[in-house]
């Protein structure tokens, strides 16, 4: 069964640990993830944007995939169902279909606006015992046409939304989505134990997870950063491994072009990329 990521993220703030958020973007996606966070005996939110969404059938379909996985693999650790960068509409739509935690990026609106949308989000939320992230100050790169330039969050903005209710606060630190530039600073951790001060007690978010090196992660997680978000890392290893077994011409072999030989390969790189961030971020054995 589907949970809210309240408690686990909670739990994570406290242990100084983190949990992955791992982004889904079909059937096998979804499974690989799952697997591995119950071989791990890990806690694990399933992040979906809007774009992927709609590129696997709608929210609904999402939710129906998600729920009939967790029966028919018997998962046991804690999974929640988060909307990634949710529009106002779209956090409602995906709350409507049975996801169990939503994300609102308001940090694009002034903040009076996103403190408005938010708080709305955050009733019809709390209603319904789903937990909510929230976003202050653009975070970095493109991610589904949102684009920000790896952006630092005002530490007094944090205040203002976190004091609104949210489980969760995603507030940039320098830190982008997708593929870092070779010309990068890295993480801002002035302004992170700032807004850490600002907001004791509610766990952080850190987007862009791909590509921040490993003690730079580790002294965001010190810092009170207790999700970690993966995205692009998977799809990249996934492409890689599909990409050596059709240069090996392992899909003219046999029966080799069959869907279920030909995605195995990507199926269990995105399994391997999985555990070693749940290693990283600490979360093994932690369900």
């Not at 975070?139 to 949210?166: F, Q, S, T, Y």
């Not at 998977?234 to 003219?252: H, M, V």
């Not at 279920?260 to 555990?275: D, H, N, Q, Y």
Request: aromatic fraction near 6%; hydrophobic fraction near 45%.
């Amino acid at each position: 069964m589907l949970v809210s990521a309240k408690e686990m993220l909670q739990k994570a703030h406290e242990g100084k640990y983190a949990v992955g958020q791992f982004n889904i973007n079909n059937l096998e996606w979804t499974k690989a993830i799952l697997l591995t966070a119950e071989e791990n005996k890990s806690p694990v939110i399933l992040g979906v944007s809007e774009g992927a969404a709609k590129y696997m059938g709608g929210w609904d379909t999402v939710v129906g995939m998600v729920n009939g996985l967790l029966k028919g693999l018997k998962i046991t650790v804690p999974v929640a169902l988060h909307i990634d960068h949710g529009s106002f509409e779209g956090a409602k739509a995906a709350m409507a279909a049975g996801f169990s935690s939503i994300m609102f990026d308001g940090s694009h609106y002034p903040i009076d606006e996103n403190i408005q949308k938010t708080t709305e989000i955050i009733s019809e939320a709390t209603a319904k015992g789903i937990s909510v992230e929230a976003e202050v100050g653009a975070i970095g790169g493109e991610e589904d046409g949102v684009v920000g330039g790896g952006e630092v969050a005002d530490p007094n903005e944090c205040k203002m939304i976190a004091d609104l209710g949210v489980t969760m606060l995603a507030a940039g630190i320098g830190n982008i989505h997708g593929k870092y530039p070779a010309n990068w600073k890295g993480l801002n951790f002035e302004v992170l134990a700032e807004i850490e001060k600002k907001v004791p007690g509610v766990p952080l978010v850190l987007h862009g997870g791909t590509g921040i090196p490993a003690d730079m992660i580790q002294k965001a997680i010190s810092l009170g950063v207790s999700k970690i978000n993966v995205n692009t890392e998977c799809q990249l290893s996934f492409a890689a491994a599909t990409r050596k077994y059709i240069e090996a011409g392992k899909d003219l072999e046999g029966k080799g072009f069959d869907p279920r030989k030909l995605l195995a390969p990507g199926f269990e790189a995105i399994k391997a990329t999985v555990k070693e961030k749940m290693e990283l971020f600490g979360s093994v054995n932690k369900a």
